[in-house]
């Protein structure tokens, strides 16, 4: 890769950087609305009883159901828990240690992007301090 090569790659990485970051705020914006929709129509559905019921649409099959999800199993999760079984602290700490110690480690390379003191994340417009314009394709 020559010098040219790398400044137009660097270019294209700051607008489709800019391109991601506006697209995640969207993203997250509906994904808001999506929630804040799906709450109401789920107290709906309780209230009416409606919880067998399926709708039809034109492409698909909406059910209510119900969702389990379990927390994470975090170190501090293991540490309250394995105290309730051995009652030494020093075997806990031993335990935990050494599931910390056995973790997998992988190791990337990456940019990043640091906006500079009173540059708001996510603008349309961002000069960065090499002169590449971020704004994006339109």
Known sequence: M???VFEDSMKKWVRLDTQIRLANQQLRTMRNEHDTIT???????REHKMEHRKIETADSKIEYYEKRSHSSLSYAFL???LADIIHDDKTIDFIIEYLKSKRETKTT?????TFKKGMKKGTAK???SSGYDSEPDG
Do not use: G
């Open 126 to 128: 961002v000069r960065e």
């Open 109 to 113: 390379y990456d940019i990043k992007r």
């Open 39 to 45: 709450k109401s129509l789920c107290d709906f559905i």
């Open 2 to 4: 020559d010098l040219t």
């Open 79 to 81: 540490e309250k828990y």
